[in-house]
């Protein structure tokens, strides 16, 4: 069971706008910031956000996060077919003295 | 460029010790900017942080895991290493180095990933 929760799966068509949400506690996304990452089975996760709403170099700016009290949500505008992947969260833990990381969500474009 | 490679081994026997390293080119581990880490992937399953280390040799791991892990670094060799004792399937899992940066508290950097299955 994961730290952080994030839906399962989340879907969309083309060109649509979807958000995946990440709940927390206090003592992770309540008292820092959240990171996101873009996996594709066999091969390495990729940064897609830091800092809640930061993207780095190269990452398209559909791509957006955002952050309030104990939970993070990613939002992609113009859904692409290259999109379907998974998509995890991420923020440190003061307890742990480490990070923690969401479920994962498996976006699917239909 | 920066570039993290796993290497080690691939078939564990349970009881026995997980090994793997870590090379780093394009960046140094003597850096006070990142902590070394590792991560994996169970098969079907999400993301879990190991743990990692500091330039200065100090090290943080996940509690779940902490009595049987130990992480260290080589700066000679600009690698960091992973040590997980007393194995069992549950460990089965692709494992990813990675680079966490201290200021973001964010992944900026993975390995590929090396998959390590434990089985007799």
């Known amino acids: 069971q994961s730290v952080l929760t994030q839906p399962p799966s989340a879907s969309g068509t083309p060109g649509q706008r979807v958000t995946i949400s990440c709940s927390g506690s206090?003592?992770?996304?309540?008292?820092?910031?959240v990171s996101w990452y873009h996996h594709l089975p066999g091969t390495a996760p990729k940064l897609l956000i830091y800092?809640?709403?930061q993207r780095p170099p190269g990452v398209p700016a559909r791509f957006s996060g955002s952050k309030s009290d104990t939970s993070a949500s990613l939002a992609i505008s113009g859904l692409q077919s290259e999109d379907e992947a998974d998509y995890y969260c991420?923020?440190?833990?003061?307890?742990?003295?480490?990070?923690?990381f969401g479920g994962g969500t498996k976006l699917t474009v239909l | 460029h920066l570039q993290l490679q796993e290497s080690g081994s691939g078939l564990v026997k349970p009881s026995q010790t997980l090994s793997l390293s870590c090379a780093v080119s394009?960046?140094?581990?003597?850096?006070?900017?990142?902590?070394w880490s590792w991560i994996r992937q169970p098969p079907g399953k999400g993301l879990e942080w190991i743990g990692y280390?500091?330039?200065?040799?100090?090290?943080s791991f996940n509690p779940s895991l902490k009595s049987r892990v130990t992480i260290s670094v080589d700066t000679s060799k600009n690698q960091f290493s992973l040590k997980l004792n007393s194995v069992t399937a549950a460990d089965t899992a692709v494992y990813y180095c990675?680079?966490?940066?201290?200021?973001?508290?964010?992944?900026?950097?993975w390995g590929q990933g090396s998959l390590a299955t434990v089985s007799s």
């Open positions: 991420a923020a440190w833990d003061d307890s742990l003295n480490g990070v923690v």
């Open positions: 280390i500091y330039h200065s040799g100090s090290t």
């Open positions: 990675a680079r966490l940066t201290v200021t973001t508290k964010s992944v900026d950097y």
């Open positions: 206090s003592s992770n996304i309540g008292s820092n910031t």
């Open positions: 394009g960046a140094s581990v003597s850096s006070s900017n990142y902590y």
């Open positions: 800092h809640n709403n």
